[in-house]
């Protein structure tokens, strides 16, 4: 089992940039794709992107696409979600995800608390 913490959430301007941190405890995080999901009020929950195990391979929702961009440190436990160019529509609780299968897509088991986005106008 992984326990999952986001940090890094905030207010930025449009335009501006963001960096999330999702920390793991557990000593088999390398075993764990890890994937990004945010969900604004009164929306679904939507996937953000994601990160294979090993970082060998990540998928973005194509809204996010150019924009957005995962990276891992497996010796430090953490994976980043950098945003860019960011939109009021980015505004959202981000939330990091773990599963054990090596792709992104698909269902996650394991759910950090989330952490809130806001861009404004």
């Known amino acids: 089992q992984v326990q999952l913490v986001e940090s890094g959430g905030g207010l930025v301007q449009a335009g501006g940039s963001l960096r999330l941190s999702c920390a793991a405890s557990?000593?088999?995080?390398?075993?764990?794709?890890i994937g990004w999901f945010r969900q604004a009020p009164g929306k679904e929950r939507e996937f953000v992107g994601g990160?294979?195990?090993?970082?060998?391979?990540?998928g973005y929702a194509d809204s996010v696409k150019g924009r957005f961009t995962i990276s891992r440190d497996n010796a430090a436990n953490t994976v980043t979600l950098q945003m860019n160019s960011l939109k009021p529509e980015d505004t959202a609780v981000y939330y990091c995800a773990a599963r054990t299968s090596r792709w992104v897509f698909g269902e996650y088991d394991y759910w950090g608390q989330g952490t809130q986005v806001t861009v404004s106008s």
């Open positions: 557990g000593r088999t995080f390398s075993s764990y794709t």
């Open positions: 990160i294979s195990w090993k970082g060998g391979s990540t």
